[in-house]
């Protein structure tokens, strides 16, 4: 496999923000719906990552009306974005000196199931926006993750990349991008392939000298 470039998953690849937004949703939902007596957790946020709005909606609100559902969710989603940019998640242990490696010898991508601004929160908290060439989100295009892959694939002409993702559906986004996959066995998902796997992100560039 010699790929021209890397995509990754943002939540549970490159960094955990579950705890943030969990706050950040819980003051939403506290400020803004004093109705809802609902407070999200750490497990709430795990379970829907990598879910669209209108799935999250229905996931969380299972019993309120699902329009109501969705300007909730939508409400929480829109102010997060605000919350991370200016207290960011927690990255991976030694992120940016993987990106720093990676940047150097392919074009590197994000590609992830959130709404707009929501990458944007992540490469301006923790400034590693130089190391990312373009990103998209089913936010900016109302698609999902793998007609997403290959809108960006065709947009930046990418020929061979692969995709680092921690779910199931990742895995399912890659196979019908028709790309490789490699799952990233420390986040949040399981899947249930024999797949090349990483215990660790800081293992991902001999990953990639090792597959030249």
Known sequence: MRADSIIFDLDGTLWDSCEEVANSWSKTLKERFPDIDRTITYQDIKGIMGMVVEEI???????????????????????ECSYLASSGGKLYEGLEDVLKILSKQYPLFIVSNCQCGYIESFLQYHKL????????????????????????MKTYGL????????????YEATKQANIPFVYAAYGFGTVS????????????PAYMECNK
């Not at 392939?193 to 215990?199: F, G, H, I, N, V």
Request: proline share 4%; aromatic share 8%.
């Open 57 to 79: 909606a229905v996931a969380l609100f299972p019993n309120i009306e699902k329009s109501r559902a969705l300007e909730i969710t939508n409400t929480m989603c829109e102010e």
């Open 129 to 152: 926006g130089t190391y990312f060439q373009g990103f998209l989100c089913s936010g900016q295009t109302g698609k999902k993750k793998g007609e997403n892959i290959k809108l960006l």
């Open 159 to 170: 020929k061979q990349p692969i995709y680092i993702g921690d779910t199931h559906m990742d």
């Open 193 to 204: 392939d024999d797949l090349p796997a990483l215990s660790d992100i800081r293992k991902l």
